[in-house]
Antibody, heavy 123, light 107 residues
Framework: EVQLLESGGGLVQPGGSLRLSCAAS????????MSWVRQAPGSGLEWVSS????????FYADSVKGRFTISRDSSKNTLFLQMNSLRVEDTAVYYC????????????????WGRGTLVTVSS | EIVMTQSPATLPVSPGERAILSCRAS??????LAWHQQKPGQAPRLLIY???TRATGIPARFSGSGSGTEFTLTISSLQSEDFAIYYC?????????FGLGTKVEIK
């Protein structure tokens, strides 16, 4: 079965760090562009970060730029989000999602979504 | 940043009726628009991409239309499983942005 499974969420104090993981099964993660999207409690969806299929380029929302880093480990078929200097407003469910990549282009709609992992930033 | 505006915020619909959801982009995005469905406690699910192409496994009662700045998602005959929140999302420019969503609820 093709799926994405996030992990690594939890309770962290403001200023702390957390690393989220997104394990892919049923497909090779390095063949896809990947993204993180978050959803604060009772709110809508907010794009956080993306990385191209080649891994050569990454993109960040202004709200997380300089604090979050997206990366992946092809040997583990896993995507990561390193989150530093966490703030209360980073509290959200974090989803990973993939994007179809062909020889011609990357299709940047969010295709397959994971189930999400909850990050709570609170003292 | 491209702002996506969805209307209405809430749409009461009776089962079997048609629902029409709107999404407007603050600038032209060609057909680089997707629709996602989210049910309570669940992850979003891709319904439509390229403004009008149904994703794999999506029933034919879901259809999308529009280009440029005005887009529509139509659910031709609402089933019980369709009551959910629907988000539009542009992928024309960075940052990728979503609308605030339209909640389709039972009338």
């Amino acid at each position: 079965e093709v799926q994405l499974l996030e992990s690594g969420g939890g309770l962290v104090q403001p200023g702390g760090s957390l690393r989220l993981s997104c394990a892919a099964s049923g497909f090779t993660l390095s063949s896809y562009a990947m993204s993180w999207v978050r959803q604060a409690p009772g709110s809508g969806l907010e794009w956080v970060s993306s990385v191209t299929g080649s891994g050569s380029s990454s993109f960040y929302a202004d709200s997380v730029k300089g604090r979050f880093t997206i990366s992946r480990d092809s040997s583990k078929n896993t995507l990561f989000l390193q989150m530093n200097s966490l703030r209360v407003e980073d509290t959200a469910v974090y989803y990973c999602a993939n994007h179809v990549v062909t020889a011609r282009e990357t299709y940047w709609y969010f295709d397959l979504w994971g189930r999400g992992t909850l990050v709570t930033v609170s003292s | 940043e491209i702002v996506m505006t969805q209307s209405p915020a809430t749409l009461p619909v009776s089962p079997g009726e048609r629902a029409i959801l709107s999404c407007r982009a603050s600038q032209g995005i060609s057909s680089n628009l997707a629709w996602h469905q989210q049910k309570p406690g669940q992850a979003p699910r891709l319904l439509i991409y390229g403004a009008s192409t149904r994703a794999t496994g999506i029933p034919a009662r879901f259809s999308g239309s529009g280009s440029g700045t005005e887009f529509t998602l139509t659910i031709s005959s609402l089933q019980s499983e369709d009551f959910a929140i629907y988000y539009c999302q542009q992928y024309y420019n960075w940052p990728r942005t979503f609308g605030l969503g339209t909640k389709v609820e039972i009338k």
